[in-house]
């Protein structure tokens, strides 16, 4: 009852396993792709010199024009819908938000618990804008 391949064997490497199939004559590693769904790593093993499978993009090769490589670059999307713009204005946004409610602390308007968590980086930046529209309501 003894089958005529041996077992396909299993080996934990510095976090990468690796596989050694075919009696021990090829050696890969295992897919380093995690599922959302179950956060299980892919069992496939990967492609040659890659990280991944096939199926998850170990065949992609990247940009190849110039043109390519500069649009990748500058869109520096995180799952495709947010770009360094976007996370800017948000983040000046949230800025103005905290310079708004320090003004509004500060005049009196506004009492009780402040927002917590740590200031916005870019409350500088957002600072001077909001001054003058405050100079214009309250200072006329």
Same mark, same amino acid.
């Given at each position: 009852?003894?089958?005529?391949?041996?077992?396909?064997?299993?080996?934990?490497?510095?976090?990468?396993?690796?596989?050694?199939?075919?009696?021990?004559?090829?050696?890969?590693?295992?897919?380093?792709?995690?599922?959302?769904?179950?956060?299980?790593?892919?069992?496939?093993?990967?492609?040659?010199?890659?990280? #991944?499978?096939?199926?998850? @993009?170990?065949? =992609?090769? !990247?940009?190849?024009?110039?043109?390519?490589?500069? &649009?990748?670059? *500058? +869109?520096?999307?995180?799952?495709?819908?947010?770009?360094?713009?976007?996370?800017?204005?948000?983040?000046?946004?949230?800025?103005?938000?905290?310079?708004?409610?320090? #003004?509004?602390?500060?005049? @009196?308007?506004? =009492?009780? !618990?402040?927002?917590?968590?740590?200031?916005?980086? &870019?409350?500088? *930046? +957002?600072?001077?804008?909001?001054?003058?529209?405050?100079?214009?309501?309250?200072?006329?």
């Amino acid at each position: 009852m003894s089958s005529s391949r041996p077992p396909t064997r299993c080996i934990l490497v510095s976090n990468n396993f690796t596989y050694v199939i075919a009696g021990g004559h090829i050696a890969c590693n295992q897919c380093q792709a995690m599922s959302k769904r179950s956060r299980q790593r892919c069992k496939a093993p990967a492609m040659r010199g890659k990280r #991944v499978c096939k199926t998850h @993009g170990g065949g =992609s090769t !990247g940009p190849k024009t110039e043109a390519g490589r500069q &649009r990748c670059s *500058e +869109a520096k999307t995180i799952h495709g819908r947010e770009t360094r713009e976007v996370r800017t204005e948000r983040s000046l946004g949230s800025a103005r938000l905290a310079v708004l409610e320090a #003004v509004g602390f500060s005049i @009196g308007l506004m =009492s009780g !618990g402040r927002t917590r968590g740590r200031r916005p980086d &870019r409350m500088a *930046e +957002a600072y001077p804008e909001l001054q003058a529209i405050v100079r214009r309501l309250y200072f006329k």
